[in-house]
């Protein structure tokens, strides 16, 4: 071969080689790092993976949020209408947390379906309710419906 | 009445914007000089009325007009003066109307310093800027005007400005930003209008360097203040979070700095041009990606995307269109304008492709790690979000490899340099650099005990440091006097690349240091962080302009000796009923002892965060002086004895 096409080839092929390479470790630390959302109902029927940092969120329910009297320690539930996920978290809960308001956490669950939370997200301003949360709890919502409509139906 | 007005100055100036994209243009083809010769006028009229409309806005924030939905959103009769003006661009409208003014002033100034450039050239170019005025005029007046009326419920109080914005950080964040954003839209065009006319020199690239060097240097201070205001003002000390919406600033920032290696690449050597025309597309390009992430609202949700779809189809649509547009230009034209020249592996021209390659990567990661949740939520692979740790694991060695390649770098010469040479050189940088890594973390930890990152942060930012001390006692020996004869552009790339040095340092230290304690404390309650003592000696109720707050006395002491009284606080806005949390800082350049209240516990006890970052402050004072060597470089020698040469000819013409 021609010595400058057997250097052009070289070239190709060491770009080739690299790009695969990259795209090979951003795709894999994109599955390490991608944290999913789940909703408490998903979460209580056991769909979501323990031990693996995920995220869940709902509507604080209002009088759950349990503070320990001699640390950070505190705990409270969330929902989505169909079901209450617990969350543990030790720490400052962000200005914007409070009962009946929207919050997201980040965290592992442990056996009992409790999250173990690292972070605790509100809310950022007064309009504002997270997606996540908006549309698990207009899907819970459309459900009660349907079965509302259904009992009825039945008792017809 | 101010407001119609304002509202009116808009029209205008989209017409003259759609003036300014046609006539010249079309002349410039025709070889009409008249009507290329508009151009300048047109510029400065648009500046003239964009500006009008903006004063407008402004006028109406003063005088609490709150029958405009735009200032009863975002203002109320409490707000202070100042920050009534700043509210002007704290929401989506006055923001784009900000962007479509300094767009404006940027089309303006290339008018007014253009005048040495070919007619035909210049007219092009600001044919192009035109046109993007055009865009953002027509998003601004059919979707997002600032001007639009609540008749007849006019409200009589206004909803206030978000708490978190009443500061003096976002006044100049955003313009600064934008400035950067917008910026790049001129070595876009000029990108755009060489293509068009298939020519494309040195003289284009020493041109278009201090137009580059500028829009950058806005953007690093830019996302400098970002950066700072988020620590100060969000209460919990972090100063970057890989968020979206910083990504989308970062990403322009570091094609902006590769396109700013490689065209003086193009200016010495007449290499890489058609890689130049295609960064500067590019960087403009994300500019307008990041104000799409950010303005259409598909960051908070692709559902929020699809239920308002008004504003983010139009500004996918532009966003394609310039894109799209200007790769089609760049494929037909683009292989032309290389031009084949000898460099070896030990050239500088070798060192700043590495330095591009290296850029563009990062970029090209961060790109992927964006917009990944938004295509996975659109496919339906569930709602995503990508943790800091992805961001981390590609941006660390990415820059371990630039700061490496930089300290070589200063060494290289363009088209060949001797390898001997190079090793020669290294060795006592790389000796102070390992020896200082090898020694310097045990005395930052508080037990002595050794760090790697510490360690990898220390031996970054002393190589890079050393290699740049070995090149200017080269350069200078031992008379300094010599500095004066050293070009503005080395003097402006080293203190650059020595800022950048001092950034890592504060980047990886406060990392690898940062004491970061949340602890309930009762009043008389005491906590030792890193050597200090914090006393907690209680909460009183205050009161300020729009909110009232609780204030706590923290006393901050070392070997019993008083360091700093912190008074942190929790703010009630009286108008929104907003919480914030203001942190108060003692600062210095190698620790900030950083306190914040958390909420209110039982019997008098309060949550709180106390924190010691050691050398946080580096990363703001080096990022400072990354921008301010950028401008120094801006203000080199050769970019004005070229316009002088340039105009001497066509007087003589």
Known sequence: ?156 | MIAELGHFALIIALAMALLLSLVPMVGSFKGYSSWMRLANSLSLGQLLFVAISFVCLAIAFLMDDFSLKYVSQNSNTALPDHYKISAVWAAHEGSLLLWALILAGWTAAVALFSRSLPLVLSARILSILGAISVGFALFLILTSNPFERLLPMVPIEGADLNPLLQDIGLIIHPPMLYMGYVGFAVPFAFAIAALIGGQFDSAWARWSGPWINLAWVFLTIGITLGSWWAYYELGWGGWWFWDPVENASLMPWLVGTALMHSVSATEKRGVFRSWTLLLAIFAFSLSLLGTFLVRSGILTSVHAFASDPERGVFMLMFLAIVTGGSLIIFALRGPAMQKVSAYSGWSREVMLLINNLILVSAMTMILIGTLYPLVADVLDLGKISVGPPYFNFFFVPLTVGLVIAMGIAVFTRWKSTEVNLILGKIPVPFLVAIISAGILPFYLSVDYSYSITGGLTIFMSVWLVATIAKDLIEKLGINLKRIAKLSHSYLGMQLAHTGLAICILGVGLSSTYDQTRELRMAPGDKALIAGYEFTFSGVNPIAGPNFSAFQAQIKVTKNNQLVANLFPEKRHYNAGGQVMTEADIDPSITRDIYVSLGEPLADGAWALSLQVKPFVRCIWLGALMVGIGGLLAATDRRYRRRRQSASNNEVAL
Do not use: C, W
């Not at chain 1, 080689?17 to 795209?23: D, N």
């Not at chain 1, 617990?86 to 308001?101: M, Q, V």
């Not at chain 1, 549309?135 to 919502?141: P, S, T, V």
């Open chain 1, 1 to 156: 071969m021609h010595p400058i096409r057997k250097q052009r080839l070289q070239i190709v092929v060491l770009i080739v080689i690299a790009s695969s390479l990259a795209t090979a470790l951003i795709v894999y630390m994109l599955g390490q790092n991608a944290n999913y959302f789940f909703t408490p109902a998903q979460v209580l029927q056991g769909e979501a993976p323990k031990n693996v940092t995920i995220r869940a969120g709902g509507m604080v329910v209002e009088g759950s949020i349990e503070r320990s009297s001699d640390s950070l320690d505190v705990s409270f539930l969330v929902t989505d209408g169909l079901a209450d996920l617990t969350i543990n978290y030790s720490g400052i809960l962000p200005d914007l947390f409070a009962e009946g308001e929207a919050a997201i956490a980040t965290g592992k669950l442990d056996g009992d379906k409790v999250l173990q939370a690292s972070q605790v997200l509100a809310k950022h301003d007064e309009n504002y309710t997270p997606p996540e949360v908006a549309d698990a709890m207009k899907q819970a919502y459309e459900l009660k419906q349907q079965e509302q409509y259904q009992s009825q139906e039945a008792k017809k």
